[in-house]
């Protein structure tokens, strides 16, 4: 079955230093990739997206994220945080031949002064 | 400003009472979805829409009813809501297809006593 997982619910770090959130997902071809932000109070904001191509793909507000089919991966970074980075990020994974999209449960981004 | 827009963005209600959440686009995208977002469950997808007259279930439809008599137009409707449907609801729509990238809505939250 199609699924995609986000192992840490949590996770704090310090402004300024560096994050990588880990997303993982299992499917049968090749999947559209993308990592979605909430802020409180707020919708989700699409970050990036993968479809075909260069497998380091950059995003919104200094996010980037790269695709690694051999370990069906699909991490998000980010070289510095900042305050304003506190959010719920999601992983979703576009399934081309279900035509649905399928969330992650999401991983909450706390930042420390 | 292209956009979902819901309404209300808050409800409180009574078991049993009905109610309709509105969601409207402005993009005149194809594809309209609704999710609903649980604690420690991240998104699941309750209906979704791939043009007008189409709808179908997703994985959480129990409850729920769905209408697309317009293209911009995609209400959800509660016809006896349950303390089990106290949640945050958000509406989303794609271009054409309901892999791709989704706009959201800014979220609807019901609380059912």
């Known amino acids: 079955a199609q699924s995609v997982t986000q192992p840490d619910i949590h996770i704090t770090v310090s402004e300024g230093a560096s994050l990588e959130l880990r997303c993982n997902y299992s499917y049968g071809a090749t999947p559209y990739l993308f990592w979605y932000v909430q802020s409180p109070g707020q919708g989700l904001q699409l970050l990036l997206k993968y479809f075909s191509g260069d497998t380091l793909v950059q995003g919104i507000k200094g996010f980037e994220a790269e695709f690694k089919r051999s370990q069906s991966s699909f991490n998000l970074r980010k070289p510095s945080v900042h305050w304003s980075d506190a959010a719920e990020y999601f992983c979703a994974v576009g399934l081309t031949r279900g035509d649905k999209i399928i969330f992650g449960k999401g991983t909450r981004l706390h930042i420390l002064p | 400003e292209a956009q979902v827009t819901q309404n209300p963005r808050y409800l409180i209600t009574v078991t049993g009472k009905k109610l309709t959440v509105t969601c409207s686009q402005n993009m005149n995208h194809e594809y309209m979805s609704w999710y609903r977002q649980d604690p420690g469950l991240g998104l699941r997808q309750i209906y979704y829409?791939?043009?007008?007259?189409?709808?179908d279930k997703g994985d959480v439809p129990e409850g729920y009813k769905v209408s697309r008599k317009e293209k911009r137009n995609f209400p959800l409707i509660l016809e006896s809501p349950s303390p089990n449907q106290t949640s945050l609801y958000f509406c989303?729509?794609?271009?054409?297809?309901?892999?791709?990238?989704?706009?959201f809505g800014a979220g609807s939250r019901l609380t059912v006593l």
């Open positions: 989303a729509s794609s271009l054409n297809s309901g892999a791709n990238v989704l706009t």
């Open positions: 829409s791939m043009n007008v007259e189409v709808t």
